[in-house]
């Protein structure tokens, strides 16, 4: 039975990028490639990159996107209204429901807008990446582009439509599980209006 491994590397900006990769066939996706590059790229020895996804179009977490394309011939993938907003391109633009393989694994792309007008959730078995739109704790920077009233609305109908055990991968800050938020952050703490 395939294994999955899943590093997290320590980006610019205080930004979580994430390597997944399948032990029998050695491929690889990368979630959220800021920069430096290299330091991705360093993780990769011995993988074949097939997917660079992007949660969201803020620079720090797809900065590191072309050239890890560049260096490794993988596809990028990110949804279009967040490359539509950002000035940016990808290979694949993704919709909710969509999934991406690698190896033996299926990522499933959970649209999650709010936090940027495309934002994305993506799910691998029971480990959801969930870049901006919930950390550890709280929610990710409000910025311009920032629907709060979407987010949270986000965060209520698809995280919480997941187990208790499902664990976050968020895109700065500690690893953290669906069940400790909801017990403990103030996000769950507030009506929806």
């Known amino acids: 039975m395939s294994r999955l491994s899943i590093v997290k590397v320590k980006q610019e900006r ?20 800021g920069e430096p590059a290299a330091k991705m790229l360093g993780q990769l020895r011995g ?12 620079p ?22 967040d490359a539509k907003t950002f000035l940016r391109s990808a290979d694949q633009y993704l919709l909710d429901a969509d999934e991406l393989e690698f190896g033996a694994f299926k990522v499933q792309v959970i649209a999650t807008p709010g936090h940027t007008p495309g934002s994305l959730s993506f799910l691998v078995g029971n480990h959801l990446f969930t ?3 919930l950390l550890a704790g709280g929610l ?7 629907d709060l009233r979407r987010q949270m609305s986000s965060i209520y109908t698809r995280y919480l439509a997941l187990p208790p055990a499902t664990a976050i991968y968020p895109g700065h800050g500690a690893v ?15 009506p929806v209006r």
């Open 14 to 33: 205080e930004v979580n990028g994430y390597l997944l990769s399948c032990s029998d066939t050695k491929e690889a996706l990368v979630v959220d490639a």
């Open 47 to 58: 993988l074949t990159l097939k997917w660079v996804v992007a949660t969201h179009g803020h």
């Open 60 to 81: 720090g977490h797809l900065a590191g996107k072309d050239e890890l394309k560049a260096a490794t011939g993988a596809s990028t993938a990110m949804s279009f209204a």
């Open 131 to 133: 870049g901006d739109t």
């Open 140 to 146: 990710g920077r409000q910025m311009p582009d920032t």
């Open 176 to 190: 953290t599980t669906l069940e400790a938020e909801v017990r403990q952050s103030p996000v769950f703490r507030q």
